[in-house]
């Protein structure tokens, strides 16, 4: 309901777009809002992962989310800012926009795993930790407390982190990740620097509400990820096409009608070829083998039995991310 509710202001905001900002613009904006909201998709897989790792409680997950999603919205405005600010300096940054677009496409087709979300392997998490101890186990919802603390600290209260507050900055650092990659692609198609901020808001005012109402399907995606590799691809050529104009002597812009028509048929050919896949089932074959390896079952698989539990804290082996942290308490 709250993802309909988010598509649909979505949508009033585009008639609106449409209406005042000429057509055009209005393109821009649907284009560029169906092309975040399904690199939004795309990512949401990603957090199931970083959820499984730390084992965060179902009931815990909107907080950590809501948090992420502010964070969001304040580092990609600043991304967003400085990246129109420099095409608008320099107009042959988009042309480096526009390769590292394809590179990143071929990147998304050619790797076989997701990476292991691991405290440790997060640069960020390695640096607070420095400065402030870690809980080694769930503190209710709170992201910090007070506690006893060890070695020199001893007897005194002090200032603790818990497991999920390193769950947040995992999540804000992906997400930072993801917008290296989004905001360049958003740029191919609008400089608009008002119509790239809006749609990325739009997209990711309703991360929170799709995450929980398609965590359960997303496996039924099977070849989402190759449709956003076709149409990444296709804005990073879009972008470097006037580099051939000097030699075809033609105006080689790609307008946006054309751009929109595009991402939209890759899009759906993309979708409807996974439904095809994956009906009867709602399970891809890869990605359940990138969820959970071959020679592990579900009880040893955190990701997927931290969606099917109803709060519980799982310990030990199952829960990487939280056992790395119970490694390192004693160094406090």
Same mark, same amino acid.
């Given at each position: 309901?709250?993802?309909?509710l988010?598509v649909?202001?979505?949508i009033a905001?585009?008639i609106g777009i449409?209406?005042?900002?000429?057509?055009?613009?209005?393109?821009e904006? =649907?284009a560029?809002?169906?092309l975040?909201l399904?690199?939004s998709?795309d990512?949401? @897989?990603?957090f199931?992962?970083?959820?499984?790792? @730390?084992?965060?409680?179902?009931?815990?997950?909107?907080?950590?989310l809501f #948090?992420?999603?502010?964070g969001?919205?304040?580092f990609?405005m600043?991304?967003?800012?400085?990246g129109v600010?420099?095409?608008?300096?320099?107009e042959?940054?988009?042309?480096?926009?526009?390769?590292?677009l394809?590179?990143t496409?071929?990147?998304?087709?050619?790797?076989?795993?997701?990476k292991e979300r691991?405290?440790?392997?997060?640069?960020?998490?390695?640096?607070?930790?420095k400065?402030?101890?870690?809980t080694?186990? #769930?503190?209710?919802?709170? %992201?910090?407390?007070?506690?006893?603390? =060890?070695?020199?600290?001893a007897?005194?209260?002090?200032?603790?982190a818990t497991p999920?507050f390193?769950?947040?900055?995992?999540v804000?650092t992906?997400d930072?990740v993801?917008?290296?990659? &989004?905001?360049?692609?958003?740029?191919g198609? =609008?400089?608009?620097? %008002?119509?790239?901020?809006?749609s990325?808001?739009?997209?990711v005012l309703?991360?929170?509400?799709m #995450?929980?109402?398609?965590?359960?399907?997303?496996?039924?995606?099977?070849?989402?990820?190759?449709?956003?590799?076709?149409?990444l691809s296709?804005v990073?050529?879009?972008m470097l096409l006037?580099?051939t104009e000097?030699?075809?002597?033609m105006?080689?812009?790609?307008?946006?009608?054309? &751009?929109l028509?595009v991402?939209?048929?890759?899009?759906?050919v993309?979708?409807?070829?996974s439904l095809?896949? =994956?009906?009867?089932?709602?399970?891809?074959p890869?990605?359940?083998r990138?969820?959970?390896?071959?020679?592990?079952?579900?009880n040893?698989c &955190?990701a997927?039995?931290?969606l099917?539990?109803?709060?519980?804290v799982c310990?030990?082996?199952n829960?990487p991310?939280?056992?790395k942290?119970?490694?390192?308490?004693?160094?406090?």
């Amino acid at each position: 309901m709250q993802v309909a509710l988010f598509v649909g202001v979505a949508i009033a905001f585009n008639i609106g777009i449409y209406i005042w900002m000429g057509p055009i613009t209005g393109i821009e904006f =649907t284009a560029g809002y169906l092309l975040e909201l399904m690199l939004s998709v795309d990512n949401l @897989f990603v957090f199931i992962l970083i959820f499984g790792a @730390f084992c965060v409680p179902r009931r815990d997950q909107h907080k950590v989310l809501f #948090y992420g999603i502010i964070g969001a919205l304040v580092f990609r405005m600043a991304f967003i800012f400085a990246g129109v600010t420099l095409v608008e300096r320099f107009e042959w940054i988009l042309y480096i926009f526009g390769a590292f677009l394809i590179i990143t496409a071929i990147n998304m087709v050619r790797n076989k795993e997701e990476k292991e979300r691991s405290p440790d392997k997060n640069i960020l998490v390695r640096l607070f930790r420095k400065f402030m101890p870690v809980t080694s186990d #769930y503190e209710g919802d709170a %992201f910090f407390v007070r506690k006893p603390g =060890t070695g020199a600290k001893a007897g005194k209260l002090i200032l603790w982190a818990t497991p999920m507050f390193i769950a947040l900055l995992v999540v804000e650092t992906t997400d930072i990740v993801f917008a290296v990659d &989004s905001i360049p692609a958003i740029l191919g198609i =609008t400089t608009n620097a %008002f119509i790239v901020y809006s749609s990325n808001v739009f997209a990711v005012l309703g991360l929170r509400s799709m #995450y929980f109402a398609l965590s359960h399907i997303l496996g039924a995606f099977c070849y989402l990820k190759y449709g956003l590799a076709g149409v990444l691809s296709f804005v990073g050529i879009k972008m470097l096409l006037p580099l051939t104009e000097p030699i075809t002597g033609m105006d080689m812009h790609v307008p946006v009608e054309w &751009s929109l028509v595009v991402i939209v048929a890759i899009l759906a050919v993309a979708i409807g070829a996974s439904l095809l896949k =994956t009906r009867g089932t709602r399970t891809c074959p890869v990605i359940q083998r990138k969820v959970c390896p071959v020679g592990k079952d579900v009880n040893t698989c &955190s990701a997927l039995r931290s969606l099917e539990e109803k709060g519980e804290v799982c310990e030990g082996a199952n829960c990487p991310g939280v056992e790395k942290l119970k490694e390192d308490e004693g160094e406090h």
